[in-house]
């Protein structure tokens, strides 16, 4: 990764004053409580109580002192006059000429507490908090270094200067990023590792490769779309990476490297570092195994809503089917007239063990009991006679219907 990654204007905003602040932030940054205003009164002058108070106020907003406090925004200088009683800001030119100006920094990091960014406590605990935060997610760079400013300045340490932060965060992420490459591609065996080289690699006679092939999924609801799911999902599966487990991994970050992999063409892939490369590739199958699998499910899903949709349902005339339902049913029915208005579960066992040779209406009496689930023990041979189940008792008439 760029040891710099933040734009020129990302840079000229740093520890500065972007506008003016809203009225949230006047409320939250700039409002002086009675310690800050007895603190306040033991400054003689007013143009030193109001610098001071500007330069409290910009600390606990920006996180650092300015150069010049004339550079605070109007309406910020506006609230702090109005909570000191006067009736508009005071002028600061002899007050930014003078020391009281720096001797004033210092006191305010005294008393408030403000530590400076090489603390040896609060550096350990920043460098902790980034590669955590840099190992779970997969933030942008600059979306870390934003968030990384704002825990200073919620700590009270003083910002560093643009160039320090930005290659810090740089380090953090770049030394996540090979950890998150290394230790995944120390996982295949020296087989699996193959099998995975081969989705960058073009076969003789083609003009893809297996990777260009795999990331791209069903483009249509049909039997070939189907059949084509499924052969991707057979293709992935084959790689044999099933048996490799990625979970003490964040899975935010395995999905990038799978969405890395999706749309980095092979050539591209193949000229990456070992580590990078089988870590992504690995990440790849494994993610993509579960989306080939949801495709085709998918797929065909669709298309048996079509076949129900599309299908005219006739009555089920009597069948071997029908028979065994209505079998089943008689025996439930009867247990549970037996267990009572209010079954339970013990009760309706009860119900079934008392059953002895209960009349299925087939010339097969049934038995149950506390040691005998089984109820029939025979297979019994039926037809149908007038539209009416008959047990077959003269196998001679039933050849010759």
């Avoid at 009225?23 to 409580?33: G, I, N, T, V, W």
């Avoid at 995975?196 to 069903?218: T, Y």
């Avoid at 790689?239 to 935010?252: A, H, N, Q, W």
């Avoid at 980095?264 to 993610?287: C, G, N, Q, V, Y």
Wanted: with cysteine; hydrophobic share 40%.
């Amino acid at each position: 990764m760029p040891a710099e990654f933040l734009t020129a204007e990302q840079r000229r905003c740093y520890g500065r004053y972007n506008g003016e602040p809203s009225s949230d932030q006047l409320a939250r940054y700039f409002h002086l409580d009675d310690a800050d205003l007895a603190l306040l009164r033991q400054r003689r002058e007013e143009p030193n109580r109001f610098g001071y108070a500007l330069q409290l106020c910009t600390v606990r907003f920006l996180g650092t002192f300015l150069y010049d406090p004339g550079d605070v925004p109007p309406n910020a200088q506006q609230y702090v006059a109005h909570q000191l009683g006067l009736a508009e800001p005071s002028t600061l030119t002899a007050y930014r000429t003078e020391r009281t100006h720096w001797r004033h920094v210092e006191d305010i990091r005294h008393r408030y507490g403000y530590r400076e960014f090489t603390h040896p406590i609060e550096y350990f605990r920043l460098v902790r908090w980034l590669y955590s935060r840099a190992w779970l997610s997969a933030e942008r760079p600059s979306l870390l270094f934003d968030l990384a400013t704002a825990r200073l300045v919620e700590r009270k340490v003083l910002l560093p200067g643009v160039t320090v932060l930005e290659r810090l965060v740089g380090r953090v992420q770049d030394r996540t990023a090979r950890r998150l490459w290394r230790l995944p591609a120390a996982a295949p065996t020296p087989l699996q590792r193959v099998s995975l080289e081969s989705l960058v690699m073009v076969p003789a006679g083609s003009r893809q490769s297996p990777l260009d092939r795999l990331r791209h999924g069903p483009f249509r609801v049909s039997a070939p779309g189907l059949v084509h799911a499924l052969h991707r999902l057979q293709e992935i599966r084959a790689l044999g990476v099933g048996d490799i487990g990625l979970e003490r991994f964040p899975p935010s970050r395995i999905h990038t490297l799978a969405r890395y992999a999706a749309k980095t063409p092979a050539a591209m892939m193949a000229r990456m570092p070992d580590e990078r490369r089988i870590a992504t590739l690995l990440a790849f199958a494994k993610t993509f195994e579960i989306i080939a699998l949801d495709d085709a499910l998918d797929v065909f899903d669709f298309l048996m809503a079509d076949v129900l949709r599309d299908a005219k349902h006739a009555p089920e005339g009597l069948s071997f089917r029908s028979l065994e339902g209505f079998v089943n049913a008689r025996v439930i029915v009867e247990a549970l007239r037996r267990a009572g208005p209010s079954p339970t579960r013990v009760g309706f066992r009860q119900a079934l063990e008392s059953l002895k040779s209960f009349d299925l209406g087939i010339g097969a009496p049934l038995t149950f009991g506390p040691e005998r689930h089984q109820g029939l023990d025979n297979v019994y041979f039926t037809s149908v006679v007038n539209g009416r189940w008959a047990p077959i008792t003269d196998w001679a008439a039933a050849v010759r219907v």
